[in-house]
């Protein structure tokens, strides 16, 4: 890829089935150069193999949910200069319809079981808050008292909670259709999560933290909301059924929770933070199934179905079907969809070199988003494997898609590294040696995939060699993969991704002498730790990087409890917390540095990539500080296009300065 190819790149998100399961509703995005956003709309693919068609368009339409009998499509819809608001249009095609009004958008959208009712989320703002025409600016301080109290790409969150609220589908044969009122379920001081409709339509399932150490843990409950017949007068104050019970002793952080569509089940996705409510540290995200009584009321405690050392589900991914579920593990390097009975058996569906990133299943049929070494995403038949669409092929057409070839090494202490080597193309330079860069990703407990990534076709494309993979720390491999580096960080895992390298080295095709290496996030972290290490690379680029736990427990969004459950407590544990801080170690770096961060970063806060800046300045190492305006931490995925494009064209600039493509092999010190 160039960077301008970031232009072809169309990735599709949820998607929904006609319950007669004759077509599947997509939602599509794609970087608009012009407009500097994100736009698509939703695709109707006909499951017959005919040619799938635009719903919407123009717009940034996203969650697709469809009628009971068919006939409509309710979604989201995110207009420029405008906060996200619900529309409806009929899946044969028309106008939208606006269905919300509410002042800071509305999102999550899903149909009762009878067609007549929407449910959704939406923020409330306190009085006072984020008025449309207001000054920001003039409005009164905030008085923090929790711990959790802003995100990244958020801000704050605690003077705007998100609300579940109903809907009556307004009568739509008429030349105009007004917004309809919407009515409060829920009245909570903390966000209320992803509904659920029940099969019976009488309540609906969602996730909120209501247990007493809240604010000190990261537990989240399933309930249920009851939803009385007569929505006049409801503000709020629906009655709430506790699912699981924080309170009682339950040590799971819901993900997901979804009625069984015989109502007999709630089926869930959690992770099982332990008995302090914090040990997050590669907590598996498991299946769960809990039964309920013919009232609907918890029949008794969840029952995990899948291993929990074993077994890693993408949260996003929970499809009921029949008595089974469908879920999506994750699998070196991989996610495939699985279906899982309620007795524990499990068949793949889809597997190998797959990733899968939504799924849904209508009268009986099984469709899934399924992205691959050369697409970036499309919607396939399960039963056949057959792609419904070809969305990457713009992006093929341009000739410059590499596929990445496995690699496999082996550390110091004998452990088994996965990762891919991406080469250039050699009509263009030949059978190298090419130089070669190090990409490490973020997370840690995160992995890098089998899909088309875009960094990595940037990097092939002009020339580098890439090797990336996945060191111990990274999900995918099971829980004591993960739990390797805790209170370890840039030991097993320093060792991983260098032996990774050096296996890579090995083939003719890459040269030896001429490496460099970046990452952001814990990427970030792991790069600026090997340059207090080793003097190898010619240069590095740290992005969006953690370089101080100390200071990063006090700035970051995370930072009340993710350096202390990785890293250790700096105030009880100083010299454990020293020993994996890159900072503390900063005076032994020699190697130039890109150090490239978004000004709004709340995850990684911005002090963090300015410290080492200036640490590395005052010590003659030659660096640059790239600062994004305006952008958070998820810049290189969901930054503005134009800021995407500038990101890469500064990072070529950078190899091309300390790794210039076609130069004679060199020692670096």
Known sequence: MLPHDLFHLRTPGSVALVPDGSAAVVALSQPDEEADEYRGGLWLVPLDGSAPRVLTRGHADSAPDVSPDGRWVVFVRSTTGDKPQLYVVETSGGEPFRVTDQPLGAGQPRFSPDGRRIAYVARVPDEGRYAADGDAGAERPRLITQLRNRADGLGHLRDRVRQVFVLEVPDASGSTVHVPASYALTCADDDVDLPHWFPDGRAVAALLRRHGTREQDLRRDAVALLVPEDLTGVSGDAQVVPLTDADAGASLSL??????????????????????????????????????????????????????????????????????????????????????????????????????????????????????????????????????????????????????????????????????????????????????????????????????????????????????????????????????????????????????????????????????????????????????????????????????????????????????????????????????????????????????????????????????????????????????PGEGHELTRSGRPSHRVARFEHVLRWWDRWLPVGSRSRDVA
């Open 255 to 628: 993900s997901r929770a979804v009625p069984a569509p015989d109502g007999a089940r709630v089926w869930l996705l959690a992770e099982d933070v332990g008995e302090s409510g914090r040990d997050f540290v590669a907590a598996l995200t498991g299946l769960f199934e809990l039964p309920l009584t013919a009232e609907a009321r918890p029949a008794g405690p969840p029952r995990r179905v899948t291993d929990p050392d074993e077994v890693d589900l993408d949260p996003g991914v929970l499809v009921p079907v029949g008595d089974g579920v469908l879920v999506a593990p994750l699998r070196s390097g991989a996610v495939h969809l699985t279906l899982v009975g309620s007795d524990g058996g499990s068949r793949d569906l889809l597997d190998g070199a797959v990733v899968v990133g939504a799924a849904a299943a209508a009268g009986g049929a099984v469709v899934a988003v399924r992205a691959t070494p050369d697409s970036a995403g499309d919607v396939v038949l399960v039963d056949t494997g057959r792609a419904l669409t070809d969305w990457s092929a713009p992006l093929r057409a341009t000739g410059r898609v590499r596929v990445s070839e496995p690699l496999v090494a082996h550390a110091p202490d004998g452990y088994r590294v996965e990762g891919w080597l991406t080469t250039p193309d050699p009509d263009r330079y030949g059978a190298g040696p090419h130089p070669t860069i190090l990409l490490i990703h973020g997370g840690p407990f995160a992995q890098y995939t089998h899909a088309l990534f875009d960094e990595v076709q940037t990097l092939a494309e002009a020339g580098y060699a890439v090797v990336h993979g996945n060191p111990r720390g990274s999900s995918g491999r099971g829980r004591a993969h993960g739990r390797a580096i805790r209170r370890a960080f840039g030991t097993v895992d320093a060792d991983d991704v260098l032996a990774l390298l050096d296996e890579a080295l090995t083939d003719p095709r890459l040269d030896p002498q001429r490496t460099g290496v970046m990452g952001g996030s814990y990427g970030g972290y792991l790069t600026a730790w090997l340059t207090t290490r080793t003097q190898r690379f010619a240069a590095a680029i740290v992005e969006r990087g953690f370089l101080d736990p100390v200071s990063f427990t006090g700035s970051s969004d995370i930072g009340w409890f993710f350096g202390l459950e990785y890293l250790g407590d700096p105030a009880t544990e100083a010299e454990l917390v020293a020993a994996q801080s890159p900072m503390a170690r900063v005076a032994e770096v020699g190697t130039p540095t890109l150090v490239v961060h978004s000004e709004q970063d709340w995850r990684c806060p911005v002090e963090q990539g300015q410290r080492w800046f200036v640490e590395l300045r005052r010590r003659g190492v030659p660096s640059e500080l790239l600062l994004f």
